[in-house]
């Protein structure tokens, strides 16, 4: 048997989210002897999903809809003794769905590697990953949806077989249209983000939110009441109801941190802020904070940033 891995892809490429559910896979995979069959839906070189441990690589159509996957990945299943979902957006919706019907036992919010696997032994985040709980998935059929940028990723080789097949989707829905986010890091799985919030006092100021975040290579994103009067757009969206990021760098400008955001940024492995209020919650919650105007301090941070760049 073998452990089946879900590949996703961001503009035709793999994410890297993609490869950390690869490298999973494997170790888990490797526990028990086991191959690794990652399924995906693009033609990009089987050797990048091969380089992180991929045995086997099917490459198929997927549906359009998390339901219509789920019933494409059920049909492999039968394959597989277990399966590994990275947890972005859209694998959020397909690990549960998934689960039901495959009558599996799911692991979300998981931020560890296997423990043991006689039972699935693993630890995962709970009540807004302020605690860690060890669990047990007792199944014929485990599954596991972890966070990404929590486990690291090391390459490890596969043996990199490739091939096509075909199978329907039925999906119950139809896609009518989709919207992109335009942003040039996919939020999720973005080692660095900066946020912004209503201390930027307007959308006509976020240009040095993205020149910030430009030098540093980083995505922007942006606290609930930004996206709800329409300053941002709501997949920039970070928090308790937006995306749930877990960057090695989280610079929050201009957010006071109300507990609703921190749920969705405290696995940050540091956080620096920026607030005029030296009273925000958020300075709490910080490894590094700056008492002071975001109009004067951001662009000193970029000067310093590029002064930096350009002696290294």
Request: proline residues 5%; contains cysteine; glycine residues 10%.
């Amino acid at each position: 048997m073998s452990i089946l891995v879900f590949v996703e892809d961001w503009n035709g490429a793999y994410k890297k989210a993609s490869f950390e559910a690869v490298a999973y896979a494997k170790s888990w995979a490797t526990m028990n002897s086991n191959k690794v069959i990652a399924v995906t839906s693009v033609s990009a070189p089987a050797g990048e999903l091969a380089g992180y441990g991929a045995d086997h690589i099917i490459q198929i159509g997927l549906g359009s809809t998390a339901m219509g996957i789920a019933g494409q990945l059920k049909e492999l299943s039968a394959e597989a003794s277990g399966i590994v979902i990275a947890g972005t957006s859209l694998g959020r919706s397909l690990a549960p769905a998934l689960s039901a019907l495959t009558s599996g036992a799911l692991s979300t919010n998981t931020i560890s590697l296997p423990l043991s696997t006689s039972p699935l032994q693993l630890k995962r985040g709970a009540f807004s990953s302020k605690g860690i709980e060890t669990i047990e998935l007792d199944s014929t059929m485990p599954i596991v949806s972890f966070v990404p940028n929590s486990i690291g990723l090391e390459p490890v080789a596969g043996e990199g077989n490739l091939e096509s097949r075909e199978i329907s989707s039925n999906d119950a829905l139809e896609v009518l249209s989709t919207e992109v986010a335009s942003g040039k890091v996919a939020l999720p799985e973005a080692e660095a983000v900066v946020s912004a919030g209503r201390g930027l006092k307007g959308p006509e100021n976020w240009g040095m939110i993205e020149e910030l975040a430009d030098v540093l290579g980083a995505a922007t994103a942006c606290s609930k009441p930004v996206s709800d009067i329409g300053w941002r757009p709501h997949s920039e969206h970070v928090g308790q109801t937006g995306i749930q990021v877990n960057p090695n760098l989280y610079i929050a400008i201009g957010i006071s941190g109300a507990i609703q955001h921190l749920a969705g940024v405290s696995a940050s492995k540091t956080i620096v802020v920026v607030n005029t209020d030296p009273e925000a919650p958020f300075f709490k919650a910080a490894d590094y904070g700056i008492v002071g105007d975001a109009f004067e301090v951001v662009p000193k941070l970029v000067n310093a940033l590029r002064a930096f760049k350009a002696a290294s």
